[in-house]
């Protein structure tokens, strides 16, 4: 099987604009969580998706915002981007019953300026 | 909420030998803990994982032991290889949620 890939790979960003980031997971899957990575903040929680409902979300701001479609695809958005915003943005696929296993994706590294 | 800490954040060893790094958790309804080595550049790769009915379980040179007691779950490196060289997370999870939280990671280092 194919595994979760994200486009784009690689995004720079002004302050202030949106960005949308893609992610389709392996096929079966239809469980998406989306992480952020940081260097000072590690790896971070941002929402779980199934289902094309929200079923989880972390501690972050409103201006973080996702979706998951019927195919199971997922994307998230971010309004009004932060310097602090500049980050790996990682989403994970799996199964939803039985194996509760994360598969990562390679990940958007996404650049503020 | 859960709360992982992760030790050491560093840990350099020689090729051959062993190596053993910790994580705590803090909600005691945590019953899925699983390891991730991440490679520079690279997505976080699952390696190995442990669920709360099982005190250890090992995987060719990898193993996980969980003592729900304590809170804690370890991994154990033997034999460790150049190309084990990375950094490896720990995580948490309760129930059905597939909200993992990390521990802070350990850059293991093994040394030609």
């Known amino acids: 099987k194919a595994g979760v890939t994200q486009t784009p790979r690689y995004l720079i960003k002004t302050r202030g604009q949106q960005v949308t980031l893609s992610c389709s997971p392996i096929?079966?899957?239809?469980?998406v969580s989306w992480y952020q990575q940081t260097p000072g903040q590690g790896l971070q929680f941002l929402f779980e998706?199934?289902?094309?409902?929200?079923?989880n979300k972390g501690n972050f701001p409103g201006r973080f915002s996702g979706r998951q479609f019927s195919n199971s695809r997922s994307e998230m958005n971010v309004s009004t981007l932060e310097l602090g915003d500049s980050a790996l943005y990682l989403c994970?696929?799996?199964?939803?019953?039985?194996?509760?296993?994360?598969?990562f994706g390679p990940g958007t590294r996404l650049t503020v300026t | 909420g859960e709360n992982v800490e992760q030790h050491p954040s560093t840990l350099s060893v020689q090729e051959g030998d062993s190596a053993v790094i910790k994580c705590t958790y803090s909600?005691?309804?945590?019953?899925?803990f699983p390891w991730y080595k991440q490679e520079l550049g690279k997505r976080p790769q699952l390696i190995i994982d442990?669920?709360?009915?099982?005190g250890e379980k090992k995987d060719q040179r990898i193993a996980v032991t969980l003592n729900k007691t304590a809170k804690h779950f370890s991994l154990h490196i033997t034999e460790t290889q150049p190309e084990d060289s990375a950094v490896y997370f720990c995580?948490?999870?309760?129930?059905?949620?597939?909200?993992?939280?990390f521990g802070s990671g350990t850059q293991l280092t093994v040394l030609p």
């Open positions: 995580a948490a999870t309760s129930g059905s949620a597939r909200q993992l939280t």
């Open positions: 096929s079966g899957h239809r469980s």
């Open positions: 909600d005691s309804a945590s019953n899925y």
């Open positions: 994970a696929s799996s199964v939803d019953q039985g194996p509760w296993e994360q598969y």
């Open positions: 998706y199934f289902s094309e409902t929200q079923r």
């Open positions: 442990i669920r709360s009915n099982v």
